[in-house]
């Protein structure tokens, strides 16, 4: 996110309650075990680390882990935990490394948190570019949540119990293909906002972006645990490894 939509204090200060309530602390470890096969026994690189969700129990499996985030409140989460993954402050659409890796990955749909279309090649050529030989990148990112949108906007309620409930409202912006929302998380008294926005990209227009690059589709999965990826999957992880020959030309 840029600009207004950072990982600030405030978002950072509640992370891991929201995503242990999303049940996204619990899913951590499946993620890591899958990951853990990619990584061959060798070197990973998380983009988007946060406060290593992900990186913590994919370092714990023996894997050397390294990081970028954007957000100082996010990286301070993750020293808090950890000295055994090296983090720095970057830009995912824009970093470079002398480290090659076996394995570079973005989950959470943090990928689509680049809003343009320029920003999410230039984040997957940089991946491209510190791969070692046979190495491969991981994306994880939901399928478009288009679904009952009336007028470009919608509002859904995505988690309730007796002590919290989310809403989220969200605006769409079909030519820049964006979705613009806000998460309001009512808790007590309070409500507290989590703002976004996010460029939505078809499973389609991934490959072709990665082909841009010199990356091919290796596989896709519908979820962790490699379920299917099906027509009523919400999400699906795709990885992919370096091509000979880009067969189609961009940016
Ligand atoms: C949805 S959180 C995911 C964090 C962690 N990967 C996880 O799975 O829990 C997105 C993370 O990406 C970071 N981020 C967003 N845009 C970024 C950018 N352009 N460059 C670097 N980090 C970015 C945020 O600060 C945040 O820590």
Not at 40 to 47: P, Q, S
Not at 76 to 100: C, N, P
Not at 126 to 139: P, S
Not at 176 to 188: A, D, M
Request: aromatic share 8%; proline share 2%; glycine share 8%.
């Amino acid at each position: 996110m840029a600009g207004s939509f950072s990982y600030d204090e405030s978002v950072a200060s509640t992370y891991e309650q929201y995503t242990t309530l999303l049940g996204k602390v619990e899913e951590a470890d499946e993620t890591a075990a899958f990951l853990e096969r990619l990584s061959r026994g060798g070197v990973a690189l998380e983009l988007g680390i946060g406060n290593g969700r992900v990186a913590v129990p994919l370092s714990e499996r023996g894997v050397r882990v390294e990081g970028i985030d954007n957000s100082d409140s996010m990286l301070k989460l993750l020293a808090k935990r950890t000295d055994l993954i090296k983090a720095w402050k970057g830009d995912i659409a824009h970093f470079s490394s002398e480290q090659r890796y076996d394995l570079v990955y973005c989950v959470y749909s943090t990928f689509t948190l680049l809003s343009t279309r320029e920003e999410q090649i230039a984040c997957l050529r940089a991946a491209a570019e510190v791969l070692k030989d046979n190495g491969v990148v991981a994306i994880e990112v939901r399928v478009p949540p288009l679904d009952g949108l009336v007028g470009g906007q919608k509002t859904t309620t995505t988690f309730v119990d007796h002590e919290n409930t989310f809403v989220n409202a969200v605006i769409h912006d079909p030519v820049k293909q964006n979705l613009v929302s806000t998460i309001l998380w009512f808790s007590g008294t309070s409500v507290r906002r989590l703002p976004q926005r996010v460029r939505y990209v078809y499973h389609q227009e991934l490959d072709t972006m990665a082909e841009c690059v010199g990356l091919e589709l290796a596989e896709r999965w519908g979820d962790w645990a490699r379920g299917a990826f099906t027509n009523e999957s919400k999400g699906h992880v795709s990885v992919y490894r370096q091509t000979r020959q880009s067969s189609v030309t961009c940016l």
